[in-house]
């Protein structure tokens, strides 16, 4: 089923975005055990150089969701990115969205991780340009998360 898709940034803690991280977490838990959100704190997404979006649907029904936050200088890291069942496209728009957010604000690369045993997730992220990454902070060491990195356009490059 194709959709208008509408991005706009939201507050992490509002109810759709809060009812669609927690259907992210069932499903991360039904994959890899882990629902992931020990990973995750809001308010690292209400800073400066970060945000929280959700995509609607023409009648503004919740599709899913994604967020950006500085992780070190130069590098933004992507975290609960989620779409709905069913709603076909929705994990790319957001993205690209999460994408040129991304550059306006400065950022050289998007790093992320998810678990290697979310073969849905790996080979989204692999279409999509990123490539895979040592692993960093936190998932030093774990055998199960994979990281990936994309770099980033300046806004001084040439389209």
């Given at each position: 089923?194709?959709?208008?898709?509408?991005?706009?940034?939201?507050?992490?803690?509002?109810?759709?975005?809060?009812?669609?991280?927690?259907?992210?977490?069932?499903?991360?838990?039904?994959?890899?055990?882990?629902?992931?959100?020990?990973?995750?704190?809001?308010?690292?997404?209400?800073?400066?150089?970060?945000?929280?979006?959700?995509?609607?649907?023409?009648?503004?029904?919740?599709?899913?969701?994604?967020?950006?936050?500085?992780?070190?200088?130069?590098?933004?890291?992507i975290k609960r990115m989620y779409a709905r069942h069913g709603?076909?496209?929705?994990?790319?728009?957001?993205?690209?969205?999460?994408?040129?957010?991304?550059?306006?604000?400065?950022?050289?690369?998007?790093?992320?991780?998810?678990?290697?045993?979310?073969?849905?997730?790996?080979?989204?992220?692999?279409?999509?340009?990123?490539?895979?990454?040592?692993?960093?902070?936190?998932?030093?060491?774990?055998?199960?998360?994979?990281?990936?990195?994309?770099?980033?356009?300046?806004?001084?490059?040439?389209?």
């Open positions: 089923m194709a959709y208008e898709i509408q991005l706009a940034e939201e507050d992490p803690g509002a109810a759709d975005s809060v009812a669609l991280m927690d259907e992210l977490s069932t499903a991360l838990e039904a994959i890899t055990g882990d629902g992931g959100r020990a990973s995750f704190d809001v308010e690292d997404v209400r800073g400066p150089m970060a945000c929280f979006v959700v995509a609607r649907n023409r009648s503004g029904a919740a599709l899913g969701c994604g967020a950006l936050r500085p992780l070190e200088p130069g590098v933004a890291e709603t076909s496209g929705v994990g790319s728009a957001v993205l690209r969205y999460l994408e040129e957010e991304a550059v306006a604000m400065g950022y050289q690369a998007i790093w992320l991780e998810t678990r290697l045993v979310n073969r849905r997730a790996v080979d989204f992220y692999e279409a999509r340009g990123y490539s895979r990454i040592a692993n960093y902070g936190k998932y030093i060491g774990n055998p199960l998360a994979v990281c990936f990195e994309k770099q980033l356009p300046s806004l001084l490059e040439p389209a």
